[in-house]
């Protein structure tokens, strides 16, 4: 069995109030010393208030392939947008 | 730089395949990991990438040298900080080359059998203080010439990984700078360790951008898949244009009689490196190539059972978490 460490991804909330965004990753042999390795390779610089960690092979992804498929759907809906519609500026801002 | 002398892969796929992806680079897409790429593409980004990882941590050891003689308490905290930044920088790069589909482990293993590199610069010994402070201005600040450059590289992670970098590796370059400005505007004997740190490591520093690559086929492949984005040439110009005022500022005297302003070029002239001292360090004959290797295999063997101890104590954590479910 090998002996590497397994690796993780690391998320980091930057400031109270933001999403947590993936920062990298890194080997950690659990999830307690995952956080404190995160805590020391990604947050040196107040960079974070809030840590998650996920072994990266729990992590399941779009295939790129199937980027057409998967959003063009949404491209063709453009009367999702405000910009769609044309409001007269008599109505003032809306 | 700290890639130096990276050949790219050949690469024999299908030429359809090779014309959409080219022409996703040059539409300036950034390459993600689980998107096609040609074979040469991979391998070259892995051997880039691992040789500029390798570096950041073999580069550990010329400072971390003298971290415990550090004149001040406020300077050791400084160099300190700096190579544990390192480090992690390190470990940025491992982690993006991870993404190609190498693991850490693999990587080091390639470094010890002496399959991979790191950069010709720190097989150079720190005989001083004032080479740390040397080190810090010159041999950073020609890794942040390059590793600005290489933040707009095609491959994503690779280039995240240099975004971050270069926002840390500001502080190393002028940390280093303000030790040296204290020797050189210090007692007459400070001074002359000053010069003395500056001529050594001159050309050395110069060196990192490896020779001129105007007529390689090798640069020419990288820089068509925008893993390069500048010439050795172009990059080495723009690292002694911008340090030779600041050598000047310092009052010290230039480490290179043929550094002179070339009004017609818009550039300073100089001497280039003697790149036979540069192939002898590659091949192994640099003044501490054997202690930086002998260190890195000492800490891979001495860490070892303790790697595999805590990979050991979270099995039986888990199985233990598993069974009392």
């Known amino acids: ?94 | 730089m700290y890639a130096q002398m990276v050949k790219s892969e050949a690469t024999n796929e299908d030429p359809a395949l090779l014309a959409a992806f080219q022409a996703r680079i040059d539409a300036g897409e950034k390459i993600e990991p689980k998107d096609w790429m040609p074979e040469g593409y991979r391998q070259t980004l892995i051997r880039q990438i691992g040789q500029h990882a390798h570096s950041e941590v073999v580069g550990q050891l010329p400072e971390g040298n003298w971290i415990t003689r550090a004149p001040t308490l406020e300077r050791k905290a400084i160099l300190l900080a700096k190579v544990q930044d390192e480090a992690g920088h390190g470990l940025y790069l491992y982690c993006a080359a991870e993404t190609l589909g190498v693991s850490r482990d693999d990587l080091t293993e390639a470094l010890l059998a002496g399959k991979m590199k790191y950069s010709s610069i720190f097989n150079y010994p720190t005989l001083n203080w004032a080479d740390i402070g040397a080190v810090g201005w010159l041999v950073d600040g020609a890794a942040i010439v390059n590793q600005v450059a290489l933040q707009r590289t095609s491959f994503g992670p690779y280039a995240r990984a240099m975004v971050r970098i270069c926002k840390e590796e500001s502080f190393h370059a002028r940390q280093g700078y303000h030790a040296i400005m204290q020797m050189a505007f210090g007692t007459p004997e400070q001074k002359a360790m000053a010069q003395d740190a500056v001529n050594r490591l001159w050309f050395p520093a110069m060196m990192m951008f490896g020779p001129s690559d105007k007529d390689s086929v090798h640069s020419a492949q990288s820089m068509a898949w925008k893993i390069k984005i500048n010439t050795n040439d172009e990059l080495r110009q723009r690292f002694v244009d911008q340090t030779v005022p600041q050598i000047l500022y310092l009052g010290l005297d230039l480490p290179d009689p043929g550094l002179v302003w070339n009004e017609a070029r818009g550039h300073y002239d100089f001497t280039e490196p003697d790149w036979s001292e540069f192939y002898d360090v590659l091949k192994g004959n640099g003044p501490c190539n054997a202690d930086r290797m002998a260190a890195r295999q000492k800490a891979w063997d001495d860490g070892a059972w303790f790697r595999d101890a805590l990979m050991a104590h979270a099995r039986k954590a888990a199985a233990r978490k598993m069974a009392a479910e």
Do not use: C
């Open chain 1, 1 to 94: 069995m090998s002996n590497e460490w397994p690796l993780w991804e690391v998320f980091i909330r930057g400031q109270h109030g933001l999403n947590h965004r993936h920062v990298g990753s890194l080997h950690a042999p659990d999830a307690e010393l995952a956080i404190r390795h995160a805590r020391d390779v990604y947050t040196r610089r107040n960079e974070g208030v809030s840590i998650w960690v996920v072994p990266s092979a729990q992590i399941t992804a779009s295939a790129p392939g199937d980027k057409g498929p998967l959003f063009e759907p949404s491209n063709a809906k453009v009367y999702r947008h405000p910009t769609f519609y044309d409001i007269p500026d008599e109505v003032g801002h809306m």
